[in-house]
């Protein structure tokens, strides 16, 4: 197998946080295909696609990618509000994989590793004749990157914004109903993506790496899994880290989700739980944090654990198990 290479007449210098984010989007969106053409029998054409839904217009993400891969490719309506970047034909496809290449995840090299062999091969067998291209694409230079985007660890932030543009979402999955009679909601972040039975994705493992906070869970089938972190104070770190980055669809959509859980909450204070009562206790964690007690709701609560019907259990199978989603890392 073989990698693809830049050519020498690329534009510099290259901004390589812009080409992160677009790897990052490329892993949660883009594939690499094999294009069949019906006037040529066994012919095989490389073409690369993004695609991504905007009811308003042509998604600023798509534009965004555009400009990543130097300008080439286009951005095309499908049906109702869907739109697709995609490119065809070796010569702009591997310059565009070339591009990507540094910061892409191992599902997607394979993928476009095994179309770039299979369409090598059909010109090393001599069924079809290699031509020279028949124009070169005309490149746009990225425009000048802080000097602090070639960090390492920026460069990491930048790979995970572009799949939570591609994939992520931010949210409030549920309400509740506080013990003082008031709603709360669960605020929270999360991205799917498919892995192999039982083995979470690559790149949900990269994304948990690099975000340090959340946690990974299968959901439905076998090799259905997603990242997942919840509460203000992570969804909020999890925002300012890669808001540098990260669409402006996905910024407004974090920030409206925060907004509300944060509204929705209601707190006690230093000297009462949030149903009224003076606590009766303060003391200093070991690890420095402050805990505070309230004896009367600790009886409050007692009393309806005891109140609550005792879980069913079947004495051959043990307790009943939940259905609810696993948490595998």
Known sequence: MREPVLPAEIPQ???????????????????????TDSRRRGYHQLELSVPQSDSSGTPEVLIKFQQAVLGFGRIRKEAGAMYKWSVSGRVEAELALA?????????????????????????????????APRKRPALEPHGAARESDSDLRRLEFAWAAGFIDAEGCFGLPKRYERKDGSVGFVLRASAPQHGAQGVPAEVLVKLLRILGVGRIER?????????VTEGTVN??????????????????????????????RVRGDGERCVRGHLYDRVYLRADGTIHRICNSCDRLNERTTRASPSPRTDAAKGPRRSRTARSVL
């Open 13 to 35: 210098p290259l901004n390589h946080a812009l080409l992160a984010w677009a790897a990052g989007f490329f892993d949660g969106e883009g594939s690499t295909i094999l294009r």
């Open 99 to 131: 591009l990507l290449w540094p910061w892409l995840g191992t599902v997607k090299r394979q993928q476009a590793q095994t179309a770039m062999d299979q369409v090598e091969q059909q010109y090393i067998e001599g069924r079809f004749r290699l031509h």
């Open 219 to 227: 959901h439905g089938e076998v090799d259905d899994f997603r990242w």
């Open 235 to 264: 969804v909020n770190a999890v925002l300012e880290e890669l808001r540098p980055w990260l669409g402006r669809v996905k910024v407004v959509q974090a920030e409206t989700a925060i907004a509300t859980a944060v509204a929705a």
